[in-house]
């Protein structure tokens, strides 16, 4: 399902495609999750946020750092995204942009994701020496800035405008975190 949400998004999918992908009958689908391809998909987007976030935890306990820690993260975009020949981005900004006002469900749960996500940046960044106010912002800012960076590379076929981005990016957190953080 998330390969599928990552390339064709919510409704660019079809249900027989995901039963075949799962190799389910249609029975399946129903008896695990009654409200079909929505409870589906908002299983899958609750599943990509806890792995975005458990791997960005993972970085920063990796990073004394945590500019670095986002660097690296940007990198990995990068080589997702260069491996699946610019096919592959981030699910919850595919999902996202293609949602209508009648994809409450889908929409509550991309917003619920996105805010996990900043969470854990501005916990991380609040634990860096940066007050909870700014850290908030500042996560807020990793967060559009990293999907704006990714859905131009990808549409652009070139890895440069998120490179471009995670560059500018950085610069930025190492003028707004204390010093003493930093790795050598």
Known sequence: M???LRTKGFHGVGLSELLAQAQAPKGVLYHHFPGGKTELAVAAIDHVVQHICSALEHLFRQHRDPAQALAQWMKDAQKTLLGSGYEVGCPLATIALESTAQDKPIRQAVAKGFEAIRSTLK?????????SKRAASLAAMVVSAYEGGLIQARVAGSKKPLQDTAHMLLEVLHSSLPAIRREP
Not at 123 to 131: E, S, T
């Open 2 to 4: 998330l390969t599928a």
């Open 123 to 131: 916990k991380a960044l609040v634990a860096n020496g940066l007050d």
